[in-house]
């Protein structure tokens, strides 16, 4: 594209670029003839066609600025990568690079059967007074592998080595520097709870995964996979779990995904040979056959016995495993993406000759997460075993994204820039800047001075003319427009002020696409770990449409195991009414009171607790930063309302209060993470029931009271602040609130204040500033 400029831009504009261009225009230049413009030196009117030349080329490149700043202030206040998440980008030694073939994590599960798996947050494991309660897949990421030296992409392809009660997890990891797979390994001593890195227990040349790891005759053998190399390989344990050899070369083929079962008497390996010609990648599968697991190998007489579609399972995807008697093998289903999801087939005939097997339900149940969720896209890897106590474990890997997905977003990041390109080019037609898209001196034959090699191959050429006559005839586009689309006119300048919006909006989608991640609001470990928490409201049957907005959107925040709706009035909804990625309670109360929001329930299995009113609509991200900042102070009210309370005057003020006293000492619990036990403990005590029924007096107050309580019982501090990055109060739109009177709502909270300090005490003296943690979440 060339672009040229002429006089006559006409008025208006819909933005700066253009009442910019038509000023410029109107204070250095003319109109000049077509020819002009499109030759750039014909007949003295080359002069001029270059300067308009130069004059829209200013004009394209000053309005690309203007979208680049627009993008660029977009990115910085939506895009800001937060402290955790995003501190290794960029950083190789740090691990956890973006990487094209996915963001693999391990889960583990637990269950009575290898077909009732349910992920380790159901099974209580490490239930104690950590604020890790309960445990939460991942258990093991990238994060936990880097940061023990490690540094790694992904981890993925885990298989499990299980002695006694010490379970050994081998797995790939992608290193972030070589970028090829190596073997890790991790120890746990505590049924899976907590993971030991202990380091890379295999490391090679060239490319390894799928660590198949079994027992024969006493020693451990490890058989990778190491296609690159062009072969199969044993390798056996000399100093277990860390170092191995090399123990025989078992098939000279590329063979990926491989493992070895023992079946009537005899041992049978099975894999995938993607390197023969005709071979549908992830659709083959082929076995062979020896009378010990060392070779040598004998081809099974159908091989290949498989050479299909890839989505029906023919590439393995772990540890074959046996069940009531029968042998069942895990295969992948590759259809949709790479690993989209596993497939359990039942064999059924296994023989020399002969190979049947059946495809038998696999009732795992996927998070209606998406993104957020860390298996949400894709698991394509489990090995299940049987413990010694009859219990069932599972490690399964998984991704929130499909593969290829950074690549994917790249792409359409430069199509929304090369779009922008277009409409600039679009607003220069418009404008008058630009009167030539392709100048026929860069046409083949044009009429220029030419070597008459190239004319007469120009004249030999059918296609040569027919380039120049689409130049022509694109050339003659911007006249066009400026004869139905007239730049003075009400309609033209909407036009301009819609083609600029859409290129507002593009710009901001190709910063998106390309610098905003992966779109997901993933959750943050602390020490290694993840957990869950349980959200909890108090509503009822006014607010039912505010209700429904927020169980969809919270309920898709990564971290969320359960919503409990505390109904107070009114008929409750049906919970089929709800569209939730995660279970809903109901749970209808006698008494329309707010002390209901912190009665005691057994029926809540996480330890931590996110009070969050239903008009409070802000980002999972402001959510799960929320939950890592109380796992590390679980004794304190961490929320994202702060509030001051000067013991000298007992007047109850909003945040600007407290941010021009430079501090808080009050948290309100209309969207605050507290300890479940403690917080509700605290308040049905013998010692709130004279604030209770204040709270039933005034039908408010409850959250000032917790606070009260919370600071009686503790000279510490008890109070945490996180500033969200966005929040919105969608009662405004309803009018269904208790606070929508302001200055009434405040006049009663002050009372609440002089009423608590007669029965508490003063918050005076407490006063924590903002800005006090490292992770610069409280300013």
Same mark, same amino acid.
């Given at each position: 594209?060339? +672009?040229?400029?002429?006089?006559?831009?006409?008025?208006?504009?819909?933005?700066?670029?253009?009442?910019?261009?038509?000023?410029?225009?109107?204070?250095?230049?003319?109109?000049?003839?077509?020819?002009? @413009?499109?030759?750039?030196?014909?007949?003295?009117?080359?002069?001029?066609?270059? #300067?308009?030349?130069?004059?829209?080329?200013?004009?394209?490149?000053?309005?690309?600025?203007?979208?680049?700043?627009?993008?660029?202030?977009?990115?910085?206040?939506?895009?800001?990568?937060?402290?955790?998440? %995003?501190?290794?980008?960029?950083?190789?030694?740090?691990?956890?690079?973006?990487?094209?073939?996915?963001?693999?994590?391990?889960?583990?599960?637990?269950?009575?059967?290898?077909?009732?798996?349910?992920?380790?947050?159901?099974?209580?494991?490490?239930?104690?007074?950590?604020?890790?309660?309960?445990?939460?897949?991942?258990?093991?990421?990238?994060?936990?592998?880097?940061?023990?030296?490690?540094?790694?992409?992904?981890?993925?392809?885990?298989?499990? %080595?299980?002695?006694?009660?010490?379970?050994?997890?081998?797995?790939?990891?992608?290193?972030?520097?070589?970028?090829?797979?190596?073997?890790?390994?991790?120890?746990?001593?505590?049924?899976?709870?907590?993971?030991?890195?202990?380091?890379?227990?295999?490391?090679?040349?060239?490319?390894?995964?799928?660590?198949?790891?079994?027992?024969?005759?006493?020693?451990?053998?490890?058989?990778?996979?190491?296609?690159?190399?062009?072969?199969?390989?044993?390798?056996?344990?000399?100093?277990?779990?860390?170092?191995?050899?090399?123990?025989?070369?078992?098939?000279?083929?590329?063979?990926?995904?491989?493992?070895?079962?023992?079946?009537?008497?005899? =041992?049978?390996?099975?894999?995938?040979?993607?390197?023969?010609?005709?071979?549908? *990648?992830?659709?083959?599968?082929?076995?062979? =056959?020896?009378?010990?697991?060392?070779?040598?190998? !004998?081809? @099974?007489? $159908?091989?290949?016995?498989?050479?299909?579609?890839?989505?029906?399972?023919?590439?393995?995807?772990?540890?074959?495993?046996?069940?009531?008697?029968?042998? %069942? #093998?895990?295969?992948?289903?590759?259809?949709?993406? =790479?690993?989209?999801?596993?497939?359990?087939?039942?064999?059924?005939?296994?023989?020399?000759?002969?190979?049947?097997?059946?495809?038998?339900?696999?009732?795992?149940?996927?998070?209606?997460?998406?993104?957020?969720?860390?298996?949400?896209?894709?698991?394509?890897?489990?090995?299940?075993?049987?413990?010694?106590?009859?219990?069932?474990?599972?490690?399964?890997?998984?991704?929130?994204?499909?593969?290829?997905?950074?690549?994917?977003?790249?792409?359409?990041?430069?199509?929304?820039?090369?779009? +922008?390109?277009?409409?600039?080019?679009?607003?220069?037609?418009?404008?008058?800047?630009?009167?030539?898209?392709?100048?026929?001196?860069?046409?083949?034959?044009?009429?220029?001075?030419?070597?008459?090699?190239?004319?007469?191959?120009?004249?030999?050429?059918?296609?040569?003319?027919?380039?120049?006559?689409?130049?022509?005839?694109?050339?003659?586009?911007?006249?066009?427009?400026?004869?139905?689309?007239?730049?003075?006119?009400?309609?033209?300048?909407?036009?301009?002020?819609?083609?600029?919006?859409?290129?507002?909006?593009?710009?901001?989608?190709?910063?998106?696409?390309? %610098?905003?991640?992966?779109?997901?609001?993933?959750?943050?470990?602390? /020490?290694? @770990?993840?957990?869950?928490?349980?959200?909890?409201?108090?509503?009822?049957?006014? #607010?039912?449409?505010?209700?429904?907005?927020?169980?969809?959107?919270?309920?898709?925040?990564?971290?969320? *195991?359960?919503?409990?709706?505390?109904?107070? !009035?009114?008929?409750?909804?049906?919970?089929?009414?709800?569209?939730?990625?995660?279970?809903?309670?109901?749970?209808?109360?006698?008494?329309?009171?707010?002390?209901?929001?912190?009665?005691?329930?057994?029926?809540?299995?996480?330890?931590?607790?996110?009070?969050?009113?239903?008009?409070?609509?802000?980002?999972?991200?402001?959510?799960?930063?929320?939950?890592?900042?109380?796992?590390?102070?679980?004794?304190?009210?961490?929320?994202?309302?702060?509030?001051?309370?000067?013991?000298?005057?007992?007047?109850?003020?909003?945040? /600007?209060?407290?941010?021009?006293?430079?501090? &808080?000492?009050?948290?309100?619990?209309?969207?605050?993470?507290?300890?479940?036990?403690?917080?509700?403990?605290? &308040?049905?005590?013998?010692?709130? *029931?004279?604030?209770?029924?204040?709270?039933?007096?005034?039908?408010?107050?409850?959250? +000032?009271?917790?606070?009260?309580?919370?600071?009686?019982?503790?000279?510490? $501090?008890?109070?945490?602040?996180?500033?969200?990055?966005?929040?919105?109060?969608?009662?405004?739109?309803?009018?269904?609130?208790?606070?929508?009177?302001?200055?009434?709502?405040?006049?009663?909270?002050?009372?609440?204040?002089?009423?608590?300090?007669?029965?508490?005490?003063?918050?005076?003296?407490?006063?924590?500033?903002?800005?006090?943690?490292?992770?610069?979440?409280?300013?």
């Amino acid at each position: 594209m060339v +672009v040229a400029g002429g006089g006559d831009s006409g008025g208006g504009g819909g933005s700066c670029c253009m009442r910019w261009w038509q000023q410029h225009n109107r204070n250095h230049y003319h109109h000049h003839n077509y020819n002009g @413009h499109c030759n750039g030196n014909s007949n003295g009117g080359g002069g001029g066609g270059g #300067r308009v030349v130069a004059s829209g080329f200013v004009f394209c490149l000053f309005c690309f600025v203007i979208y680049g700043l627009i993008a660029g202030l977009y990115g910085w206040v939506i895009l800001t990568p937060s402290f955790f998440t %995003y501190e290794r980008r960029g950083l190789p030694w740090l691990g956890c690079q973006e990487d094209n073939e996915g963001s693999w994590s391990i889960g583990l599960f637990f269950g009575h059967s290898p077909f009732s798996l349910k992920p380790i947050e159901t099974a209580d494991v490490w239930r104690n007074e950590s604020a890790a309660w309960p445990v939460a897949n991942p258990v093991i990421t990238c994060a936990s592998a880097s940061d023990s030296g490690f540094p790694s992409n992904f981890v993925a392809d885990p298989f499990l %080595y299980v002695q006694g009660d010490v379970f050994y997890l081998f797995y790939e990891t992608k290193n972030s520097f070589t970028m090829q797979g190596d073997i890790g390994v991790a120890k746990s001593i505590d049924k899976g709870a907590t993971w030991q890195q202990l380091g890379i227990a295999l490391d090679e040349d060239w490319h390894l995964s799928y660590p198949y790891v079994f027992n024969y005759l006493g020693q451990i053998y490890m058989m990778p996979e190491s296609s690159q190399k062009g072969e199969l390989r044993l390798y056996r344990a000399i100093n277990f779990p860390l170092q191995w050899e090399l123990d025989r070369i078992i098939i000279k083929k590329p063979l990926i995904d491989s493992f070895i079962i023992n079946h009537d008497g005899e =041992y049978w390996l099975f894999g995938s040979d993607h390197s023969s010609f005709g071979t549908k *990648k992830n659709g083959q599968l082929e076995i062979w =056959y020896s009378d010990s697991p060392l070779g040598p190998w !004998k081809p @099974h007489k $159908k091989n290949p016995i498989y050479n299909f579609d890839r989505s029906l399972g023919a590439r393995n995807g772990g540890r074959p495993f046996r069940y009531n008697g029968n042998l %069942y #093998r895990i295969g992948q289903d590759c259809g949709e993406t =790479y690993g989209r999801r596993v497939r359990i087939f039942k064999v059924e005939v296994l023989t020399k000759a002969d190979y049947k097997e059946v495809e038998v339900p696999f009732l795992f149940e996927e998070s209606r997460k998406g993104r957020n969720a860390w298996n949400g896209a894709r698991y394509h890897h489990l090995d299940v075993q049987q413990l010694g106590s009859g219990e069932w474990v599972g490690v399964m890997d998984g991704d929130r994204v499909p593969s290829g997905d950074s690549v994917h977003r790249f792409l359409l990041g430069c199509a929304s820039v090369a779009a +922008v390109a277009g409409l600039v080019v679009l607003l220069g037609v418009l404008q008058g800047a630009v009167n030539c898209i392709i100048p026929l001196n860069w046409c083949a034959d044009h009429s220029g001075k030419r070597s008459d090699t190239l004319s007469a191959w120009e004249r030999a050429n059918l296609f040569s003319s027919k380039v120049r006559r689409f130049c022509s005839r694109l050339n003659r586009v911007p006249s066009f427009l400026r004869g139905r689309i007239k730049p003075n006119t009400y309609t033209g300048r909407l036009v301009l002020a819609l083609v600029f919006a859409i290129g507002v909006a593009l710009s901001c989608a190709g910063v998106t696409f390309i %610098y905003g991640g992966n779109g997901a609001e993933e959750p943050y470990s602390w /020490k290694g @770990h993840y957990s869950q928490f349980t959200l909890l409201t108090m509503t009822y049957d006014a #607010r039912l449409w505010n209700l429904k907005m927020y169980v969809k959107h919270y309920s898709r925040c990564a971290s969320v *195991k359960e919503i409990v709706v505390v109904w107070n !009035k009114g008929i409750p909804p049906k919970l089929s009414e709800f569209d939730s990625a995660v279970p809903v309670r109901i749970r209808v109360e006698n008494q329309n009171s707010l002390n209901n929001r912190f009665k005691m329930d057994p029926f809540i299995k996480t330890r931590a607790v996110l009070e969050l009113d239903d008009d409070i609509m802000m980002t999972c991200d402001d959510v799960e930063r929320g939950f890592m900042v109380w796992r590390q102070h679980p004794d304190r009210i961490v929320g994202f309302y702060p509030r001051f309370v000067d013991g000298s005057r007992l007047e109850y003020k909003g945040e /600007k209060y407290a941010r021009r006293n430079k501090g &808080y000492n009050m948290i309100l619990t209309g969207a605050a993470f507290m300890d479940s036990h403690v917080a509700f403990r605290r &308040y049905w005590s013998e010692q709130g *029931k004279e604030g209770r029924e204040v709270v039933d007096k005034y039908f408010n107050c409850e959250d +000032v009271l917790l606070n009260f309580l919370y600071a009686n019982a503790s000279s510490s $501090k008890t109070v945490e602040y996180v500033r969200p990055a966005w929040a919105i109060d969608t009662s405004k739109f309803s009018g269904a609130a208790i606070s929508r009177n302001t200055k009434v709502h405040y006049k009663v909270r002050s009372d609440c204040l002089m009423k608590f300090t007669d029965m508490y005490g003063s918050l005076a003296g407490r006063r924590w500033e903002f800005d006090g943690r490292k992770d610069g979440w409280d300013l």
